[in-house]
Nanobody
Framework: QVQLVESGGGLVQAGGSLRLSCAAS????????MGWFRQAPGKEREFVVVSTWSGDTYYADSVKGRFTISRDNAKNTVYLQMNSLKPEDTAVYYCAAGNRFTTLFGSYDYWGQGTQVTVSS
């Protein structure tokens, strides 16, 4: 069992930055692929980025070049640095842990409660 807790969301103006954190507890964190997803009101949950324990990453085209995922296995924490934020980035952001390096949210076993990110124009 893995417990995930996100933090770092908030309100920011377009062009600004935020850093989200996802703290994990429970089973061995470093063995899991860690992903970030987001869900805007009225829309389906959307893949943002995934990272393996060894540092392989894959980004959605919509965030490539603006968002950066990193993880500190010693602290059981994964981060999402978000720069050049746009109003369309507004969503609840979720971190997730799974055994596969995938963009499919159904393949992730554990989810955090989410953190709201709001980007004003």
């Amino acid at each position: 069992q893995v417990q995930l807790v996100e933090s770092g969301g908030g309100l920011v103006q377009a062009g600004g930055s935020l850093r989200l954190s996802c703290a994990a507890s429970g089973r061995t964190f470093s063995s899991y692929a860690m992903g970030w997803f987001r869900q805007a009101p009225g829309k389906e949950r959307e893949f943002v980025v995934v990272s393996t324990w060894s540092g392989d990453t894959y980004y959605a085209d919509s965030v490539k070049g603006r968002f950066t995922i990193s993880r500190d296995n010693a602290k059981n924490t994964v981060y999402l640095q978000m720069n050049s934020l746009k109003p369309e980035d507004t969503a609840v952001y979720y971190c997730a842990a799974g055994n596969r390096f995938t963009t499919l949210f159904g393949s992730y076993d554990y989810w955090g409660q989410g953190t709201q990110v709001t980007v004003s124009s």
